[in-house]
């Protein structure tokens, strides 16, 4: 099937036609045969009698009609945790950051950890796939700032005139994909297409090199133009865009959904934190709205609770996680909670579960420690809820305890608990959730995805001989330099890029 959308007379009309076949436009044309061998979109133009036509025909665009016989399902998108993993103390406003800066690392467990989650959740049943990382050093960013000279030299240079430079060049925060887009599902879009915006990432310097590349992998991971659009990162004053990790879609069943921005501050007179910066504006947030092409029937805007910023909240899914019609948060996450929860509730048709977690229950201290809002809120294939959590949740009891309350009750669909160990992510301030990009898709968008970057158990095996291979065990500040460590990254990315079928993916390759 093909659809096709006709401007007749000025007059827009759509409908359905079979490819290669004769196409009859309703009561105004007579006849006509439109042949169509090609993928993505053409328009046609005649003219009978006075009558201009105009018709766009898009190849296997009908397949993306919504309907019900394509239920709507998540995708965690994974990235893999890069050779240079390391503390540098980059972020302001992420205790784990700050607290951890100048710690050693160990970039082979971090991405074996990262690895052994992924393995899980596809084991779960759920649809698991993964992002490859992003070439560490980044040299054009010392070239950038007046570094000169071949990679030795400019890396020397750079560790002894610019080591804060060198550590923003080299750090793997790409590895937290929840930043790396904002995605909305065709059934919600008024193109139906499947819609990701990259995120540009501009607060922090270390985070505001990775759009570009992101883009690439995501036009990569996600080739088919006909069924998903990849939107370069926004840009312009005050618009500073963190990605998914301040966006939920909620639903009510696996057809359309809600979008929910949460953004930290807006340009009128609400108030912002005061000791650290929040990192995503309203103007942002209604920016990738629009590029979603999500309509304003399906969208909410909220903003943060300023002072759970202050306490660490850099992003809302340090506080919130939401997944189908269930919203899970803390009482000090939003501003104007009540009419937030009123309307969200409304836009999905009384659907909503907010399970609200008091502050006596566990502190905002306890929330940020833990990362208890970070955990990745799944439903499994029975139709259970389970939440996929830090480890460091079941060390502060509090939180243990109430885990175990929430599976307890029947007032939420929420059945399991997992725990899993990702310290060496936590210790930078990300946790289960920050490590994946959710990507709401039906059966033709997943079978139109490069099909190396989805879990199998074979390739599995092989990314972890890969790792086990080319990662460093640790990794301390005064390795940065060594120009040796960028031989060796390059020749794991042109061995990973084998692997996951991604030839000339990196700039050096080219
Ligand atoms: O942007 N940490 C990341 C953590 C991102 C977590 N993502 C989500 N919440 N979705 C950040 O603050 C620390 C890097 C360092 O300090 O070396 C860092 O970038």
């Not at 009908?62 to 994974?78: I, L």
């Not at 390391?86 to 050693?104: H, K, M, R």
């Not at 590029?291 to 506080?319: K, M, T, W, Y």
């Not at 929860?341 to 229950?361: F, K, N, Q, Y």
């Amino acid at each position: 099937m093909g659809s096709i959308e006709a401007s007749i007379g000025g007059v827009q009309e759509s409908m359905n036609s079979k490819w290669h076949e004769d196409i009859r436009l309703a009561r105004r044309v007579e006849r006509t045969t439109i042949e169509c061998n090609d993928v993505g979109s053409r328009i046609l133009r005649w003219k009978e009698d006075r009558l201009q036509f105009s018709v766009r025909i898009c190849l296997g665009y009908a397949a993306m009609m919504p309907s019900e016989n394509h239920p709507v399902q998540e995708a965690n998108f994974d990235s893999i945790v890069g050779p240079t993993h390391n503390y540098a103390g980059l972020s302001p406003g992420n205790v784990a950051s700050a607290s951890n800066q100048g710690e050693v690392s160990r970039p082979r467990e971090a991405a074996l950890q990262g690895l052994a989650k992924m393995r899980s959740l596809a084991e779960m049943g759920l649809v698991q796939g993964w992002l490859p990382p992003h070439e560490r050093p980044h040299l054009d960013l010392l070239r950038a700032e007046g570094f000169e000279g071949n990679d030795s030299a400019m890396l020397a240079a750079a560790a002894t005139e610019a080591p804060h430079l060198l550590a923003r060049a080299s750090s793997s925060s790409f590895m937290w994909a929840a930043n790396a887009a904002t995605v909305a599902p065709g059934v919600d879009t008024d193109d139906h297409r499947l819609h990701l915006v990259v995120a540009n990432l501009q607060t922090m310097p270390h985070r505001r090199i990775e759009s570009p590349t992101t883009e690439r992998i995501l036009r990569r991971v996600f080739p088919d133009e006909a069924r998903v659009q990849v939107h370069a990162a926004i840009h312009g004053d005050g618009l500073t865009d963190e990605g998914a990790a301040n966006h939920t879609r909620l639903a009510s069943g696996d057809g359309a959904g809600i979008h929910f921005f949460v953004y930290g501050s807006a340009d009128d007179a609400t108030p912002g934190p005061r000791r650290f910066v929040a990192r995503q504006t309203l103007a942002a947030s209604l920016a990738v709205a629009d590029l979603l092409r999500v309509p304003e029937s399906r969208r909410v805007f909220a903003q943060q609770n300023p002072a759970a910023i202050d306490a660490g909240v850099f992003h809302n899914d340090v506080i919130s996680v939401g997944n189908r019609n269930v919203l899970l948060f803390h009482e000090s996450a939003f501003l104007n909670q009540e009419s937030v929860l009123t309307e969200l509730d409304r836009r999905i048709d009384g659907a909503l579960i907010p399970i609200s977690v008091a502050a006596s229950e566990v502190s905002l201290e306890e929330a940020v420690g833990s990362y208890l809002f970070n955990s990745q809120l799944v439903t499994l294939p029975n139709g259970s809820m389970s939440l996929i959590c830090p480890a460091e949740c079941r060390e502060i009891p509090a939180v243990s305890d109430l885990l175990d309350r929430l599976v307890a009750r029947s007032d939420n669909p929420i059945e399991g608990v997992r725990v899993f160990d990702l310290r060496q992510s936590m210790r930078n301030g990300g946790g289960p959730a920050c490590l994946r990009l959710r990507v709401p898709l039906d059966d033709r968008d997943l079978s139109s995805v490069h099909p190396p970057c989805l879990y199998s158990p074979e390739r599995y095996e092989r990314l972890v001989a890969w790792v086990e291979q080319w990662y460093p065990e640790e990794i301390s500040d005064s390795d940065l330099a060594d120009p040796g460590r960028l031989e060796s990254v390059r020749e794991a990315l042109d061995a990973l890029t084998v692997i996951l079928e991604l030839p000339g993916l990196y700039a050096f390759q080219r």
